[in-house]
């Protein structure tokens, strides 16, 4: 028996064999490090290589100089862009005259009784605070600088499609804004409590289109925190009506807006990217 055992037991590795296992193994320890330190802005490389996102990556790589040039011609486009949209957003919509919500009487009880529940029945002093912070990670100043964020850091395809989304997002909520002027909760409701007054029509809501839009933008390419980033969308959406801002219904359509943007800027990625590539050579 013990002869027959002999043969079972497997003989070591002589160092010849061993040293590739162990190298592999060192690769392995710093991917994994790299991974894990990178954070957020890291994904797997499988992830990302795509056609589309190559070709963005390699343009202006042979030539640095003609790249920092690139990157601050587009840092800037898109700065002049957020403000054009945001002067363009407040000369078309102006100070909102109407002071009676048109809205059918169901929509109007329900969206008034949500709204004292959240503004009213919630009210607090710190919260306000909070979400006065909050509210402003839908506002088109910050996604526009996330946008650009990731294209100087490589993320050229995510930063592209997020800069998509949100521009395509504001071509359908503008407009509505304009053709339905609703008054803002607080012009409407005497007992609301405003956390301060903007201008133009409640619906639909343009943090929370932002907002959504951005999220499915994101959590596409890092799954991983799908649920932070829409929770965070939420935050915002719901930060809106409790800030004496939007009825809830204003939040409801801006978020659905955003989601639909969202997924279909992910559907056609790569005509996107494609006319992206273009534009950049």
Not at 8 to 32: D, F, H
Not at 53 to 61: C, P, Q, R, V
Not at 223 to 238: D, E, P, T
Request: aromatic fraction near 10%; proline fraction near 5%; charged fraction near 15%.
């Amino acid at each position: 028996m013990a002869k027959n055992l002999r043969f079972c037991i497997p003989e070591p590795l002589n160092a010849a064999e061993a040293r590739p296992v162990k190298a592999i193994n060192r690769r392995e320890n710093l991917q994994s490090t790299r991974l894990f330190f990178n954070g957020f802005i890291t994904i797997s490389a499988t992830e990302s290589a795509t056609p589309e996102n190559n070709a963005l990556e390699k343009t202006g790589s042979n030539d640095s100089k003609y790249f920092n040039r690139r990157a601050i011609l587009t840092i800037l486009v898109v700065v002049v862009i957020g403000v054009i949209a945001e002067l363009v957003e407040d000369s078309l919509q102006g100070p909102s005259q109407t002071v009676v919500d048109f809205f059918p009487q169901v929509i109007s009880i329900w969206d008034t009784r949500t709204f004292l529940l959240v503004n009213n029945d919630l009210a607090n002093q710190y919260l306000g605070w909070v979400f006065s912070i909050l509210t402003r990670l839908g506002s088109t100043e910050p996604v526009f600088a996330l946008s650009v964020l990731l294209f100087i850091v490589g993320r050229k395809r995510e930063g592209a499609l997020l800069f998509t989304s949100v521009i395509l997002g504001s071509l359908v909520t503008l407009p509505l804004k304009v053709v339905i002027p609703r008054p803002r909760p607080y012009a409407t409701i005497p007992s609301a409590i405003a956390y301060g007054v903007e201008r133009g029509s409640s619906f639909p809501s343009g943090h929370s289109m932002r907002a959504f839009a951005s999220a499915c933008i994101l959590s596409r390419f890092w799954s991983r925190f799908a649920l932070l980033l829409y929770a965070l969308a939420g935050v915002v959406a719901f930060s809106r009506v409790y800030l004496g801002q939007h009825y809830p219904s204003d939040i409801l359509v801006g978020s659905s807006i955003g989601l639909v943007v969202g997924c279909l800027t992910v559907r056609f990625q790569d005509k996107i990217l494609k006319t992206v590539y273009r534009l950049g050579t």
